[in-house]
């Protein structure tokens, strides 16, 4: 049984994207892809030689022509994030969803062994004061960091079930917390996408724990692991 899809974002580096399809392919042939250009580069004969479901949508990263700042998403942007998910989990149909990035490197096939919500890297970001209060009030989940990088997964089922209320809540005090409470520790981090995701999922009581096939380059043992974040040897 297929246990996870992936959603792949890409924009402009084909030879960094090929290395990653080619290697999921390699480990998980009959798992579906769903490649997402951001306004950018056409991938669609790299979607069709890996078998991908492609799609290419307008930029919401920022590039020269539309200005956006590329170190903030406003709830515009982390909108059509979650929207492009939801369109992925609706075509994989499959119980988790990995996240694909042009430097994951995909070493070996691996299994899920049990249930569970949001998955990442042990050495994540700290979780800013004020979403973790929130996590903590309203979920009941004690979120210290969070990682939902390149090669972590997230509970398919569960972002669906949770989907139209975070759109709602997204559209309703995004934009209006980041900017009251723009200090350290504060609701700026609600632009970061990774931490979007731990916490809306942390708020409706779900909780974020380390992945046990993923690791990263700054890890010592990286190599070790079924799955490597932060693989940049094909960037130019």
Known sequence: MVQFGAVFPCYSNKKATEFVLENFRKHFPENPIVLISDGG????????????DYHWRENIFGNDSNGYDKNVYDAY????????????????????????????????????????????????GVMPA?????????????????????????????????????????????????????????????GVVDISTVYHFGKRGHKYQHAEWLSEVRESNHLSYPVIHQWKQHYS
Request: glycine share 8%; charged share 30%; hydrophobic share 35%.
């Open 41 to 52: 580069a056409d991938f669609s004969l790299l979607a069709e030689k890996y078998s991908c």
């Open 77 to 124: 942007r982390t909108l059509e994030f979650y929207r492009r998910h939801k369109l992925a989990c609706d075509y994989c149909k499959t119980e988790y969803m990995m996240l694909l990035e042009d430097d994951v490197y995909i070493q070996r096939h691996f299994t899920i062994d049990e249930p569970f919500a949001l998955k990442g890297v042990r050495i994540g």
């Open 130 to 190: 004020n979403l973790k209060r929130d996590c903590l009030e309203q979920g009941g989940v004690q979120v210290n960091n969070y990682g939902m990088c390149g090669g972590s997964m997230y509970n398919a089922e569960i972002f669906l079930s949770i989907y139209d209320d975070i759109i709602k809540d997204i559209e309703e005090n995004q934009d209006r917390l980041m900017a009251e409470h723009s200090y350290p520790g504060g609701y700026k981090g609600l």
